[in-house]
């Protein structure tokens, strides 16, 4: 089973690739953690990729692919694995469709947590994080005991820029701008599911696995 979860930053794929990932016993894998972990173990890709970070800059599709790819070979992923956060654009999807192929491979299902801009917003702007320990919280879904204190550390908690409304705003125009087209890419190669990412988490996850054939 080869999925990829798609959706906007806030629509909630991160927790339910990684409950996808549980449930199926297969690799949750996200870009990030690849290019950390061969900058770690000092690869030849992660040595490149390390080199674009270093200087501020992107990097390449091309890069990113390899990793991606060299990644999927790996023997936990013989059974399958859900990638997340990648591809954002369409030349990565094509990219990894040509890799796939090469190797005798090809995506079951891109799922689309699909969630209202408007949604996300107020979603991201509830989060609050502790400024000691890191722990976080949601003012409406978790919130802490005492308001603005963590309750772990007693710490303060407070509103990440990148959980502000006008930041929220930003990132989503990109996300519309640069990710969004692969909802139709994928669509177009009849492997695109969507679930209704505004339900309780736990619903959300139940028709993720009513797609995947439970």
């Known amino acids: 089973m080869r999925l990829i979860m798609l959706g906007?930053?806030?629509?909630?794929?991160?927790?339910?690739?990684?409950?996808?990932?549980?449930?199926?016993?297969?690799?949750?894998?996200?870009?990030?953690?690849i290019f950390r972990a061969n900058i770690k173990n000092g690869t030849e890709l992660g040595k490149k990729a390390k080199a674009y970070m270093d200087q501020g800059a992107l990097v390449p599709d091309e890069l990113v692919v390899d990793l991606v790819a060299d990644r999927v070979k790996q023997p936990d992923c013989e059974n399958g694995y859900v990638?997340?956060?990648?591809?954002?654009?369409?030349?990565?999807?094509?990219?990894?469709?040509?890799?796939?192929?090469?190797?005798?491979?090809?995506?079951?299902?891109?799922?689309?947590?699909?969630?209202?801009?408007?949604?996300?917003?107020?979603?991201?702007s509830g989060r609050r994080a502790c400024v000691g320990c890191g722990a976080t919280y949601h003012i409406v879904h978790a919130p802490a005991a005492k308001e603005g204190i963590c309750d772990r550390c007693g710490e303060a908690l407070i509103l990440r820029d990148d959980d502000k409304p006008e930041t929220v705003s930003k990132r989503l125009a990109v996300y519309h701008e640069q990710t969004q087209p692969l909802m139709e890419y994928y669509s177009r190669k009849g492997c695109l599911a969507e679930v209704d990412g505004t339900e309780d988490m736990e619903d959300v996850f139940a028709d993720i696995c009513r797609i995947l054939g439970e």
């Open 8 to 33: 906007a930053p806030g629509a909630g794929k991160g927790t339910q690739a990684k409950k996808i990932a549980d449930r199926y016993q297969i690799p949750h894998i996200s870009t990030g953690d």
């Open 83 to 124: 990638l997340d956060g990648f591809p954002r654009t369409i030349p990565q999807a094509e990219n990894l469709d040509a890799v796939l192929t090469s190797m005798g491979q090809r995506i079951d299902y891109a799922i689309n947590v699909e969630v209202p801009d408007d949604h996300i917003v107020r979603r991201m």
